[in-house]
């Protein structure tokens, strides 16, 4: 495989780390360690010695303890663990001479666990301009660390789904006038957007702005991509199809890093969407 495609754990979900390992080692795929892995106490150590290409994801490695990555939150014990979650990331990907560690932007609530791709209660009332800050302060401090080390750190734009918006959003960098913002506040070259497609489509539709738009104004920000695709109204990771939004852009971006982020049967579905990224210019 291309040393910039990636394939997600996603795609191998409810199978064992090691098992997942063996096949992407067979079938010479790059493997991004991803939400979806549970906590295990040796995962670091199964990262570490994997002897693929690869990358680590947001939330791994899953803490012992569930709770929502968020560094926009104004709990100071929940910053500060995602702070120190996205500083482990990073050494991860220096030992692993990754590119970049990745986290979702910040949220102005703190969401249960269990409420993550659901309809998220929202409690309180919340300062989003507090929140921004508080999400700037925690990047800064990452990317104090990411300069040290040499690795980059990217932000992923959040999901916006139609049951999470009554006309306030409480999630941050859905769109790109959040984006734009984040990227205006802090000019650190480390600092990037890993752009996910299926979470702008949602998002677009949901607040009811232009997909092509948006992209255009969002990708000069853009380091690495995402990829599946949905009916606009859920972040469902479909794969991608001909009809797949992203697919003329596709050749202009070839050379950034892209990860599938789908739900598939097997290697043989994961085969038939390279080879449509292939097809499309990749």
């Not at 299926?198 to 949901?206: F, I, P, Y």
């Not at 920000?221 to 992203?246: P, R, T």
Request: hydrophobic share 40%.
């Amino acid at each position: 495989m291309k040393s910039n495609i990636y394939v997600s754990s996603l795609a191998f979900i409810g199978q064992s780390i090691e098992d997942i390992i063996k096949v992407c080692l067979e079938n010479d795929l790059n493997l991004e360690f991803s939400s979806g892995l549970a906590y295990r106490e040796d995962m670091e150590y199964v990262y570490s010695n994997a002897n693929l290409r690869r990358l680590a994801h947001n939330y791994f490695p899953a803490p012992q303890i569930p709770f929502v990555l968020n560094l926009g939150s104004s709990n100071i014990e929940i910053r500060t663990k995602s702070i120190e979650h996205c500083k482990n990331g990073l050494s991860l990907s220096k030992k692993s001479n990754s590119p970049f560690f990745a986290a979702h932007a910040g949220f102005c609530i703190d969401p249960d666990p269990n409420e993550l791709g659901r309809k998220i209660a929202i409690k309180n009332d919340y300062d989003k301009q507090l929140h921004k800050q508080l999400f700037l302060e925690a990047v800064l401090e990452i990317l104090k660390f990411a300069d040290e080390i040499g690795v980059d750190f990217l932000i992923e734009n959040n999901v916006l789904a139609p049951f999470n918006y009554d006309g306030s959003n409480p999630l941050l960098c859905c769109s790109s006038e959040e984006v734009d913002w984040l990227f205006k506040a802090i000019t650190n070259p480390r600092l990037g957007l890993l752009l996910d497609t299926a979470h702008l489509k949602v998002s677009c539709q949901t607040l009811q702005l232009d997909l092509f738009d948006e992209f255009e104004k969002v990708s000069p920000f853009v380091k690495a991509f995402h990829h599946s695709d949905n009916d606009g109204m859920k972040d469902c990771n479909y794969q991608l199809n001909e009809k797949y939004w992203f697919l003329p852009y596709i050749k202009k971006f070839k050379n950034y890093v892209h990860v599938l982020e789908i739900k598939t049967d097997g290697i043989n579905e994961i085969k038939q969407q390279i080879k449509l990224l292939e097809k499309n210019g990749y």
